[in-house]
Every structure is written in C-alpha cells, then in structure tokens.
C-alpha cells in the first residue's frame, strides 16, 4: 500500500486532515493509517491533497492551419503532470470525409504509449451526415460522452446540423460544448480589417470582436432550448457572452460555462506588443479588456463558471506563428497552458477562492460534466488513485527555458507563482515531482 501522511486532504465533504492510502491503483482508505511493513509512506506535510486536477479542453497532436500543434501526446502530458493535471480530456477531431469512429481510433493511436496523464476524448463533430449519426451511438460505446461543434473555422456546422447533434445525443445524455462565435461575421470582418491595411496581430481581436461571441452564445443557448438539452459554452471571454448565460440561466436552461486563466488575466493589449510579438497571444476568442476579465472573474468568484480548462493549442512562435507575419488571418490560433493552468488560477485568485473551489473548478466539475465521476475528480475509497500533492509554500518564476511544453514561448512568462505541484500521482504511480515528470507514462485512454 502507498500511504500520503499529514496532508489536507480536499474531498467531497469538505477539507480533512487525513491519511490517504491507496494500491493497485485505486484508494483503498481515507483516515487516521498506521503504516504496516512494506507500505510505502509520501509526507504531505504542509501540503493540500487534491484529486488529480481534469483539464478539460486540449488540442495535442492536431493538424489544423496547415501545420500540426507544438505538443503531441508526449510532451504536453509531460508538461500536465508536471503541473499537476492528472487527466485531460483532448479533441479527437472529425475531418471532412473521415467517421468518427475513425477519428476516435486515430487519436487513441496518437496518445497510445506516450500518454503520462490519463487521457479522454470529446469528438470535435465537423462533417454531419447520415453516417455520423448513425455512428454516434458505437461512439458512445467506445467511451466518448462529450461532444464538441464549431460556430466557425473551416470545421463550422450550420445550426440546423447543429441542432440535430443535440437530437442525436439526447437519448445517451451526451453533452455537446460549443465554439461560439459566429464565423461568417469573423470573414467579414477579417476582409474589412486587411482591406484598410491592417495585416499586424493587433487587427485579430479587431475582427472577433464581443458580439460575435455573445451573438453566437445566445444562439447555441436557444438552440440547447429547442433540444431540451443542457449545453457547454467552452472558452467563454466576454461579459457579453456571460450575459447571454445568465439570460438562458433565467429562463430555465442549464449551461455550462468552462473559461481559461488566459481570459481572466491578460488582456488586448498584448496584441500591440513590439514587432511581431502579439503573435504569442493569436488564440480565438481573443484576449478581451479589462472589463471582460473583471467580469469572468466575479463570476468565477460567485460560482458561476463550472470549469476552467486551458484550451492548450500550441504553436512554435519562430516557426509557426510566423506563417501571418504579412496576414493576421494566418497565425495559426491558439496558445499553450496546459502546464501551468493551476500555478496560474492560484496567482490570480489566490485566497479568494478555498482549496474546495479550485478543486470544483479544475477537478471535480470537468468530471462531473463529462462523466468521470467520482472515478475521477473525487478523493474517496474507490476512486481511481489520481492525486495531487500542492506545497502551498513553494515559491517559483514561469519561464518558457525551464518547461515540459515543447513550444518556445508562454503567455505567463516571468510570472512568479507561490504553490507547487509536489507529487502527481497517475494510477497510482508517481508521475511528476516538484514540477518536473518522472519515467513513468501511466496514463490511460478513460473510457467513460
Ligand atoms: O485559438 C484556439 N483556441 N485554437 C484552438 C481551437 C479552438 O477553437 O478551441
Ligand atoms: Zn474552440
Ligand atoms: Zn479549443
């Protein structure tokens, strides 16, 4: 038996100081544990015991923009344990043309003996057709119970496909999140801003501008309403999409809302950074203003945000970002996080929120949403033995020199962070310490 001793364990009734054991990769005890001969014994002194943190929204291995993300399975579950995610739940992706069920194996294959985390899939649907649905519920079999669709991009359904996805996974209580912006205005406003000369990084938010998320928001809110279906408004920016919630809130619906540490932290302004550098920051939405991150934040604060996820979709700045040097529309969008998402929620709100919050927000809600739970996302007898030991004392700098992410910026550089990952623990096997990953790749596909 492995026993963690003298920690504050963060578990579903609330903290407790305990001991927490576990074996064959599940926990097996919660109390006071007097260690037998042979049992193994990690001191957690000083330290909150968390379930695994759940990142819930990552692109790893992903072809898209004409290039493929800096991180494949390999290093951004390297970069996730180190920061003590345990699981995360990427996007299997549909291409035009392909099932599916094809997309699902291919992704198992690409996170198959690299994986250090614990891996599940949302299906990213892009091609609606009688085939896809007929797929759906052998999809549902293989594990996959979270769904994800495009209001833009090339990937875009229209809202009557849209609507029939929520039909389709209606009767396996499936839930679908939604990219919300409205891409024919994106186009439109992507040509108006490169028509009067605008080709730098500071014209992206120009051409993504509030209302065309809050527009897109209310429609996927409506569209849920039609279905009967609850829906997942995933990497929610703008105080005016966060209205639209709390409308369809009111109106009865229930919507999830997932955001990032990115949206509640940096704002436009990046975009206006020396030469070429607001590049770092091209991700959809866009980094917003100060009014919008005030708001994410107070809803965060009043419980009104499920789950923060990262969205982690990294791209090398010397190497890839640099396609758009001459064309904003070209960057390849998206930023890495997925290492640093917990260090980072922690040095924005730190006593604000409880140990218990940051437990809800990055580990118990993802599970609940997206069916893992109390497998995951819960310390209790049963539950699989994911586990992060946080040293809330430990006090370190984020630099891009000195992370697992295989991308060669961070949009958090130099930030200096008080809380550490001490020991992550993947089914049961040390899988990181002191923010840096062992041998071990332990992860597994979670089939839900
Ligand atoms: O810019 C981003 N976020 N790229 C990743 C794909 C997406 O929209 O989630
Ligand atoms: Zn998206
Ligand atoms: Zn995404």
Same mark, same amino acid.
């Given at each position: ?17 305990? %001991?927490?054991? &576990? ?28 379930? /695994? ?12 923009? /004409?290039?493929?993300?800096? %991180? ?16 995360v739940v990427d996007f299997a992706t549909q291409y035009k043309g392909d099932t599916v069920l094809n997309a699902l194996e ?20 892009? %091609? ?17 119970t979270s769904f994800k669709v495009y209001m833009a991009y090339d990937t875009a359904l229209t809202d009557a496909e849209i ?160 396609? /758009? ?44 949403v997206f069916g893992m739970y109390p497998k995951k996302g819960a310390l209790a007898v049963g539950s699989d033995a994911d ?26 550089? /130099? ?7 001490? &020991? ?25």
């Amino acid at each position: 038996m492995n026993i963690i001793k003298n920690g504050i364990l963060i578990t579903p009734e609330g903290e407790k100081r305990a %001991d927490l054991a &576990y074996e064959d990769g599940r926990i097996v005890r919660i109390g006071d544990i007097v260690p037998g001969d042979g049992d193994e014994v990690t001191d957690a002194s000083g330290c909150y015991v968390y379930p /695994g943190f759940i990142d819930g929204h990552t692109h790893l291995d992903l072809e898209v923009a /004409g290039t493929v993300t800096a %991180d494949d399975f390999d290093s951004g579950s390297r970069a996730a344990v180190a920061g003590g995610t345990t699981c995360v739940v990427d996007f299997a992706t549909q291409y035009k043309g392909d099932t599916v069920l094809n997309a699902l194996e291919t992704w198992k294959k690409k996170a198959a003996g690299k994986a250090r985390c614990n891996v599940a899939f949302h299906m990213a649907v892009c %091609d609606w057709n009688e085939q896809t649905k007929a797929d759906l519920p052998a999809l549902r079999e293989a594990g996959v119970t979270s769904f994800k669709v495009y209001m833009a991009y090339d990937t875009a359904l229209t809202d009557a496909e849209i609507l029939e996805v929520l039909e389709a996974i209606k009767p396996f209580n499936g839930i679908l999140g939604c990219h919300c912006e409205n891409g024919g205005l994106v186009a439109e406003l992507q040509k108006e801003q490169l028509a009067q000369g605008h080709t730098e990084p500071w014209a992206h938010p120009l051409s993504r501008p509030a209302e065309v998320e809050a527009e897109a928001v209310s429609r996927f809110c409506y569209l849920g309403a039609l279905a009967g279906m609850p829906v997942n408004i995933v990497h929610l920016s703008t105080k005016l999409g966060l209205e639209e919630v709390r409308k369809a809130r009111k109106r009865g619906q229930t919507v999830y809302i997932e955001s990032c540490p990115q949206y509640m932290l940096l704002d436009d302004s990046n975009y206006s950074r020396p030469g070429f550098e607001g590049a770092k920051y091209v991700c959809s939405p866009p980094l917003r203003k100060q009014a919008d991150i005030e708001a994410l934040k107070e809803a965060v604060l009043n419980g009104e945000v499920d789950t923060i996820a990262t969205d982690h979709c990294s791209f090398s700045y010397a190497k890839q970002k640099i396609a /758009g040097r001459d064309d904003f529309t070209k960057i390849p969008n998206g930023a890495p996080g997925i290492e640093h998402r917990v260090a980072v929620m922690m040095h924005i709100f730190g006593d604000s929120l409880k140990p218990s919050d940051y437990c809800r927000l990055m580990s118990e809600n993802p599970a609940k949403v997206f069916g893992m739970y109390p497998k995951k996302g819960a310390l209790a007898v049963g539950s699989d033995a994911d586990i992060t030991v946080w040293d809330p004392n430990e006090t370190w700098t984020i630099h891009a020199s000195d992370m697992q992410q295989n991308v060669d910026y961070t949009p958090f550089e /130099g930030m200096e962070i008080h809380g550490r990952a001490k &020991y992550v623990i993947v089914n049961g096997v040390l899988a990181a310490q002191d923010g840096k990953p062992t041998d071990a790749v332990a992860g597994r596909y979670v089939c839900r």
